[in-house]
Structures are given as structure tokens and as C-alpha cells.
């Protein structure tokens, strides 16, 4: 990956996170069923982990930084919300989801293009971000908004609807 010089970030070269030792299979799973990335080399580190690669580059590290009893994020004490990706097909992935048993929900921004939010195996939100105008199958109206990602609003959206 050539570097973008003149000192901006123009693309995420890798995510972090970490996990207890049972969960890289339930996050290579996810990863791996979700979006088709696979198990890639990794430097010999002194902990444990996997790197998740798409395609040649390696886009999530996992490493075990926590003990089997860990109860997993605490959300009220921390500032990170979620990741996004850019993907096309959004009734692919809404599929995926379902057959995955994850739940998900639906946001629809005018201008914004379509959205989908889920949580990974350890608690870490995921937003899929499809290109404005995709069609999607029995999609959610323009203007609903996700719950988890906008309380206030989505609550007050529906009682207005009521």
C-alpha cells in the first residue's frame, strides 16, 4: 500500500481488537461468513491472535487480551462506536445476516444511501454502508433511523407514526 503523503489518511489500513482465547473462532466465523475474509499470516507476536485478511491485505487484527471471565465491552465507558464498511448488495447482506442468526437493523438516510448495523461475537459494532440509489427488497422507508445508533430520534419518529 503506497503511503498518501502529504499527511492525510485516505483509507484505514487495519482494525484492532481484542478478545478472550474462545472467541477467534466465533470471530473468524463472523468475518469470514459475513465478507469472506480468512486467516493470514501473522508476525510471531508473544500473544496469542489471528489477522483476518481481504484478499491480500490484512484489514483485522484480534488479539487475546483478555481472560476467559472477561464480560466483554463496557459501552458506557468507552468512546468508540463502530466500524463502517463500504459494500454493494445489500440484499446479500441482509440475507447473510438472517442465515447467520444476527440481528441487524435498518437505516435509510436520504442522501446518505442505505445502511446496515450489527455487533461482531465480542460486542463491536459493524455498519455496512451500501451505494445511494441500490435497491433494496422490502427496505425500510426513507428517513428511519437506527436505534442504536440514534435513540432519540428513532423513539420519537415512531411515536409521531403512532
Known sequence: MESPGNNRAVNIHHIN???RESDLPKIEEFYG???GFKIGYRPPFASRGIWLYDGDHPLIHVVVRFPEDW???DHS???YDHTA???SNVNEYRRRFKEMGVPYEEQNVKNAGYQLFAVDPVGNKIELN????????DGVP????SVSQFPDQAKAKAKAAA
Open 71 to 73: 464480560a466483554g465491552i
Open 33 to 35: 461468513r459475513l465478507f
Open 85 to 87: 464498511y463500504w459494500v
Open 77 to 79: 465507558r468507552c468512546g
Open 130 to 137: 451500501f451505494p445511494p440509489g441500490e435497491s433494496v427488497e
Open 17 to 19: 481488537f481484542g478478545c
Open 142 to 145: 426513507e428517513g428511519t433511523m
